[in-house]
């Protein structure tokens, strides 16, 4: 190997690992928005929108607190992206979100033309970036988007796992006391 393609090399993976550290800075923050979502009691999903290095839209998951199905961390940020670049397409954006997008969400990265999705952790029962299906990268819509899986995918994976672990252990506690409760009969 010469020197000049030993030169080539350092700086492609140098290059590769300033990239990797700003996509975990940005998953980092996406995982501060999850967190707000699960202080809320709400699945915790949480996005970014990045637009030359710089965040300029945050969205959590409200589907529970405000009772509308619409109120994923996705929507969310899209739409304060959208208000805050006035347009509908944001085509110099990255989209980074801890969980990969449902099927609505999908749809709604698509439709804004955002070229780049980074994904903390897949989601095999609903996600529409590669495990159920992939509506990010159709060849059929006039838009596709390149994605990027497993950022922090530990982390963000462990959140969620968490959360329905509480979950089930307080509907389990709750399902225990509700025996041990005198009932109506019992009076």
Request: hydrophobic share 40%; proline share 4%.
């Amino acid at each position: 190997m010469s020197i000049k393609e030993s030169l080539s090399m350092a700086k492609e993976v140098h290059a590769q690992e300033k990239e990797q550290k700003l996509q975990e800075k940005f998953m980092n923050l996406a995982i501060k928005e999850a967190k707000k979502a699960a202080d809320l009691r709400e699945v915790p999903i949480g996005c970014v929108i990045v637009r030359d290095g710089k965040v300029i839209a945050k969205g959590y998951n409200r589907r529970n607190t405000d009772k509308s199905v619409l109120r994923h961390a996705e929507l969310d940020a899209i739409r304060d992206a959208c208000k805050k670049l006035k347009d509908w397409r944001l085509e110099d954006c990255t989209l980074y979100v801890t969980l990969e997008p449902c099927p609505m969400c999908a749809g709604a990265i698509v439709q804004a033309r955002i070229p780049t999705v980074v994904i903390g952790c897949m989601n095999p029962k609903a996600g529409c970036a590669g495990s159920v299906i992939n509506l990010l990268d159709m060849p059929g819509f006039n838009h596709q988007c390149q994605v990027i899986r497993g950022v922090l995918e530990e982390e963000t994976s462990s959140m969620l796992t968490n959360f329905f672990k509480e979950l089930r252990q307080e509907k389990a506690a709750l399902k225990e006391a509700s025996k041990d409760a005198p009932s109506d009969l019992d009076l």
